[in-house]
C-alpha cells in the first residue's frame, strides 16, 4: 500500500512533469524571441480530468452554476501532450476547483460526441456537490447550460440526518448531483 510520502511525492513529480511539458509548450511558441513566456499557471493535484466540447461554456457552468472556482484559465498545449494522452488533437486546458475537487476541463480541438453514462455501468458515475442553497443552484443549472434531472428528485432521511438531492447534467451530459443538507 502506498504510503502519504510516497502520493506526495508522485503528485509533485506529476506536477512538475506537466508544468515542464506546460513551459515547454510556450517556449516553443517563442522561438527566436530573446524572453522567455511566463510560467505555466499552478495545476492542482489530485484532479479529475473531463473532456468538453467547448472550454468557455464548461467554465461557466461549473464556476457560476455550481460554485467552482477557475484556478488556472485556458492554456494552449497543442500537441505537446500528444503521447500521454493518446490522441494526436491539439488541446486546451483549464482548471477549476471547489473544495478540495479540482477538476482538469480538456478541450480537445477534435472530439467524439458525448455517450450516455448509465449509473450502473462500471467506470466513473457522477460528481455530486453540496450546496447552500439548493432551489438558487437549480435555477442556475439551465441558465448556464445544464438540464436538472426533475425525475431525480429525492428527499432522504430527518432533519440534521438526511439530504435533498437531484441530478443535473453538465453542458456536455456529465451527471452531477446537487445536495443540500436537511
Do not use: W
Not at 1 to 15: D, H, N, Q, V
Not at 26 to 41: R, S
Request: include cysteine; proline fraction near 7%; charge should be positive.
Amino acid at each position: 500500500m502506498p504510503t502519504l510520502k510516497s502520493l506526495i511525492g508522485a503528485g509533485i513529480a506529476r506536477r512538475s512533469f506537466l508544468a515542464r511539458a506546460l513551459g515547454a509548450a510556450a517556449l516553443a511558441g517563442t522561438a527566436g524571441k530573446a524572453q522567455a513566456a511566463d510560467p505555466p499557471n499552478p495545476v492542482p493535484s489530485p484532479r479529475l480530468g473531463l473532456c468538453v466540447s467547448d472550454l468557455q461554456r464548461t467554465v461557466d457552468f461549473y464556476c457560476k452554476a455550481l460554485g467552482f472556482s477557475e484556478v488556472a484559465s485556458a492554456q494552449t498545449i497543442g500537441n505537446a501532450l500528444a503521447k500521454a494522452m493518446q490522441t494526436d488533437s491539439p488541446l486546451n486546458v483549464s482548471f477549476i476547483q471547489r473544495g478540495g475537487l479540482a477538476i482538469e476541463l480538456l478541450h480537445f480541438a477534435a472530439h467524439k460526441k458525448a455517450v450516455p453514462h448509465p449509473m450502473d455501468q462500471p467506470g466513473l458515475t457522477n460528481l455530486t456537490v453540496l450546496v447552500e442553497d439548493f432551489d438558487k443552484t437549480l435555477a442556475l443549472v439551465p441558465k448556464f447550460g445544464g438540464k436538472v434531472i426533475e425525475a431525480t428528485r429525492t428527499k432522504f432521511g430527518v432533519p440534521g440526518n438526511g439530504a435533498n438531492i437531484v441530478f443535473v447534467e453538465d453542458p456536455d451530459g456529465v451527471r452531477i448531483g446537487v445536495e443540500a443538507l436537511l
